[in-house]
């Protein structure tokens, strides 16, 4: 069946630094992919989305970048800080209009 | 602005109790509305989804049902609890039409005795 899934169950970085995490996916005909951020104990918050159409979408401190070749999309955030801590998700729209959500990769800011 | 809503925050409830949980949406019309479950550390499993009111499609089977009595009212409900329906359960909604991203409420934690 489709999946998604994130490379690492745990990322750990540098305050200050850059973050990426990674995310892979299995059907080739998926054209819409989202990140999402989940805090302990809250609802995944949308961060940004991306099109089929499109390699790169930039936000607020964070890119999306899509790799259709290979079936890979990362997300990177800029300058990390202690309120980026939390799980990530990716999720990709399967052949039935539906998100399939990769497991999450938790992201540690290491003071 | 749009805001979902979703109670109660946490639950307790025994074995073969019924169960409703409730979801609204405001600030917006006719929005595509979802239930998922989240187990611990894991992602989200969509449970039901809907277009529009008395529209509910069923993604997995199990022990839960799910209704749209109003256009931005989602319920989820079962009439025995199982243990296996423990879990952290997220409502959603998004804007009509493909490529929309769903936006979530903050969940309710339900633990089953």
């Known amino acids: 069946g489709e999946s998604v899934g994130l490379h690492l169950p745990t990322l750990s970085v540098q305050e200050g630094d850059n973050s990426i995490i990674n995310c892979a996916y299995s059907?080739?005909?998926?054209?819409?992919f989202i990140w999402y951020k989940q805090e302990s104990g809250k609802g995944p918050q949308f961060i940004i989305d991306?099109?089929?159409n499109m390699d790169k979408r930039q936000g607020q401190r964070v890119t999306v970048l899509l790799n259709k070749t290979v079936k890979h999309l990362s997300l990177q955030i800029a300058a990390t800080q202690p309120g980026d801590s939390a799980v990530y998700f990716c999720a990709g729209r399967d052949s039935n209009y539906q998100l399939i959500w990769g497991a999450g990769t938790k992201l540690i800011i290491k003071p | 602005s749009q805001t979902i809503h979703q109670w109660p925050a946490t639950l307790v409830q025994p074995v073969g109790s019924p169960l409703s949980l409730e979801c609204t949406v405001e600030?917006?019309?006719?929005?595509?509305l979802y239930w998922y479950r989240q187990a611990a550390g894991r992602g989200l499993q969509l449970l039901f989804y809907s277009v529009g009111i008395g529209q509910i499609s069923s993604e997995v089977p199990q022990n839960l049902s799910a209704s749209r009595p109003q256009d931005r009212q989602f319920i989820l409900s079962s009439k025995k609890l199982l243990l296996s329906d423990s879990g952290f359960y997220l409502c959603?909604?998004?804007?009509?039409?493909?490529?929309?991203?769903?936006?979530f409420g903050d969940g309710t934690r339900l633990s089953i005795l």
């Open positions: 959603a909604w998004s804007a009509g039409g493909s490529n929309q991203p769903q936006h």
């Open positions: 600030g917006t019309s006719n929005p595509n």
């Open positions: 991306i099109r089929s």
């Open positions: 059907n080739s005909a998926s054209d819409y």
